[in-house]
């Protein structure tokens, strides 16, 4: 259980419950609960102790006591701190019918907007699926995003392009926003909804009212400042996993709200 992994680390640092529940910001008789099991670490509470105790995140979840540390402040230099383990890369499953219903929502919603061009696409479907991968921990589109120069985008998008142009449901145009050349996308059919659950078609939209109003450099520029763009090299494919180190800026979900039993640790 993770309370018996939580004494063995206290106890192999020799610190005291005192020391660790002032550090987490409660009582030493809230901390004692935990110790026997009787409370649950909310996802806050875990980071501080895994920071504590020298480990990944990951590792204190999956109690690897390996003194293994991924380092979240060096992602934001040009060449990222490795140690011996780095996180987790999980290939997705493509999803391709999906992804296609996925971008004619999107099209039918916003395609009309001047900033719409394939380079804010790009950056709208990479928010789509990996704000959606951390609030809920599955996949929506779970297209395969690898980090370029301006920013991440889903390897499979120009195929799924060129399959819908040919089967008549999107159309391509060449405009221009402002002194930049565009090329836009406009829907011929409307998406199947069926395909998506209502959970998906709000999370979509919420991302949309949030994301479509910004230019491609306003987009690019936000999609650097992100953890898993920053701490993958040129060419990489991005781990969904790297969204749980994302900053308090890009994050979407409540940790501190959130019991760690619902992640089954225990």
């Not at 030493?28 to 935990?34: G, K, L, P, V």
């Not at 040009?78 to 999803?95: L, V």
């Not at 996949?139 to 301006?150: D, E, P, S, V």
Request: with cysteine; proline share 3%; charged share 30%.
């Amino acid at each position: 259980m993770i309370a018996q992994f939580i004494k063995k680390l206290r106890l192999k640092h020799n610190l005291t419950q005192e020391y660790l529940a002032k550090e987490l910001g409660i009582t030493r008789q809230t901390y004692f609960q935990i110790e026997k099991g009787g409370r649950e670490l909310t996802i806050s509470e875990a980071k501080k102790l895994a920071t504590v105790f020298g480990l990944s995140f990951e590792n204190f979840l999956n109690q690897k006591d390996v003194d293994i540390k991924v380092d979240v402040k060096a992602a934001n230099k040009n060449q990222p701190k490795k140690g011996k383990e780095t996180i987790r890369i999980s290939i997705p499953q493509k999803n391709i019918k999906k992804f296609k219903e996925v971008l004619l929502y999107i099209l039918s919603k916003i395609g009309n907007k001047p900033n719409i061009g394939q380079s804010v696409i790009n950056k709208l479907l990479y928010f789509i699926d990996f704000d959606y991968y951390e609030k809920h921990e599955e996949q929506l589109i779970g297209a395969t995003y690898i980090k370029n120069h301006f920013g991440p985008a889903p390897c499979e998008l120009l195929k799924v392009i060129e399959q819908m142009k040919a089967d008549h449901e999107i159309e391509e145009i060449n405009s221009r926003y402002f002194t930049h050349d565009q090329k836009k996308f406009l829907p011929i059919r409307k998406p199947n909804l069926e395909l998506l659950s209502a959970q998906e078609i709000a999370h979509i939209d919420e991302v949309l009212n949030r994301l479509s109003d910004k230019s491609a450099k306003e987009m690019t520029d936000y999609s650097h400042g992100d953890i898993p763009w920053l701490i993958h090299q040129d060419g990489e494919k991005i781990s969904y996993e790297s969204v749980f180190y994302r900053d308090d800026k890009y994050s979407v979900r409540n940790y501190d709200e959130e019991p760690l039993g619902k992640r089954k640790i225990n």
